[in-house]
């Protein structure tokens, strides 16, 4: 099956960095990559996801790269504020009915 | 949008008791239902695949007769957490997506928080 490896564990940054996440996918059928934002003790939520026929799509601060051939992915946002603070998943999904495989997530942390 | 609720958002109970979790697809209907379980700074660990009308897919390592899934109808799942115990604590989620539409985007319930005394 799919496995979803995802780094850091742990981002810290300062009010106004620009932060990353990556992730990598070892199923090359995985066509389908969408990010979550989970706020403390909330549901994740959906924010912006990519599919494998783009390699980037931005949503104001926020953007996702993907690279089909080295099978990795990266959530970037610019720009950080404090709200931006929550756990963030990647996942990979083969699309259709194939539910998503989740990273095991960023805790972002952005200082005032 | 889609929208998930789960009732109730959070429970304490005694070792040894049960304890039922719903998840409602309140603006559509979903043939699927997931259940997830999460552990304070974590991922979410898929512990089920609810499908209505027939039983649950668990996922290795989950006991099926531990984590009772019921999918009844078309907008509801219900997980309950028989003979509960303090290692059972956990923050349970569930997740949809539209019957007849692509699982791949899942929209998630407000999760469940237990705490087994």
């Known amino acids: 099956g799919e496995n979803v490896e995802q780094h850091p564990s742990t981002l810290s940054v300062q009010e106004g960095d620009s932060a990353v996440i990556k992730c990598t996918y070892s199923?090359?059928?995985?066509?389908?990559f969408p990010w979550y934002k989970q706020e403390l003790g909330k549901r994740p939520q959906l924010i912006i996801d990519?599919?494998?026929?783009?390699g980037e799509k931005k949503d104001q601060r926020i953007a996702v790269t993907l690279n089909k051939t080295a099978k990795h992915f990266s959530l970037h946002i610019t720009e950080t504020q404090p709200e931006d603070s929550a756990v963030y998943f990647c996942?990979?999904?083969?699309?259709?009915?194939?539910?998503?495989?989740f990273g095991r997530g960023t805790s972002l942390i952005v200082h005032p | 949008g889609a929208v998930v609720s789960q009732h109730p958002s959070r429970v304490i109970c005694k070792s040894g008791t049960s304890v039922k979790i719903e998840c409602r697809s309140l603006?559509?209907?979903?043939?699927?239902m997931f259940w997830y379980r999460q552990f304070p700074k974590q991922s979410l660990m898929l512990m089920a695949t609810?499908?209505?009308?027939?039983?649950?897919?668990?996922e290795q390592g989950v006991e099926k007769d531990k984590f009772l899934i019921n999918h009844a109808s078309l907008t509801l799942s219900t997980l309950t957490v028989t003979s509960a115990h303090p290692e059972d604590s956990s923050f349970y989620i569930c997740?949809?997506?539209?019957?007849?539409?692509?699982?791949?985007?899942?929209?998630f319930g407000p999760g469940t928080r237990l705490l087994v005394l």
């Open positions: 199923d090359s059928a995985s066509n389908y």
């Open positions: 609810s499908n209505e009308g027939s039983k649950a897919t668990y």
């Open positions: 990519i599919r494998s026929n783009v």
């Open positions: 996942a990979a999904s083969k699309g259709g009915s194939y539910i998503p495989t």
């Open positions: 997740s949809a997506g539209p019957s007849g539409g692509a699982q791949e985007t899942q929209y």
């Open positions: 603006d559509f209907q979903a043939t699927t």
